[in-house]
């Protein structure tokens, strides 16, 4: 089994879950070191590898919790977690993976090239955040709004029209 990064600092980082137990955590001990995210306590989620192939996670009292599929896992409980599971432990959401492949990156012929690649990278990624920010605004803003009124102001119409 597999943990992959699939929001956060490390997207597309893969973590192999060895049989027993594996720690995440700000702790720069924990297997799962995490010591950027403040959000995240010292030692935060156990996650237990059995060999039948099983494994569960466990909140180890932290601050700010534990979330499978967007629900927050009781402190000091051992949750079976299926593969496809979605685990957010503070900014980083990972997915349970039986099997992970890496994507094959090609790598850059210059130096330079890598540094084109990481900020085309960095952009897509920022304009993929704003998009979606974006949108969620435009719907707080609109479900706001009394029934019938028109969120484009008056004087935004006028000067659109000519």
């Known amino acids: 089994m597999f943990l992959v990064v699939r929001e ?54 932290s601050t700010n919790g534990t979330f499978v599929n967007g629900k927050r896992l009781p402190p000091s409980v051992s949750v079976l977690i299926e593969p496809g ?31 084109e690649l990481e900020m085309e990278d960095m952009l897509r990624r920022s304009e993929d955040t704003y998009s979606r920010l974006s949108a969620r605004a435009a719907k707080i803003m609109t479900d706001q709004l009394p029934e019938g009124t028109n969120p484009v102001p008056e004087a935004a119409r006028r000067n659109s029209k000519k």
Do not use: W
Request: proline share 9%.
């Open 8 to 61: 956060g600092q490390e997207v597309g980082r893969a973590y192999k879950l060895q049989p027993g137990n594996t720690i995440a955590g700000r702790n720069p001990t924990c297997q799962i070191a995490m010591p950027d995210d403040a959000a995240v306590s010292r030692q935060h989620t156990r996650f237990t590898f059995k060999p039948d192939g099983g494994c569960s996670a466990t909140d180890l009292n």
């Open 85 to 115: 599971a979605a685990l957010r432990i503070g900014a980083t959401v990972f997915e349970l993976v039986k099997n992970y492949v890496p994507a094959r990156v090609p790598r850059p012929a210059r130096p330079e090239q890598a540094q």
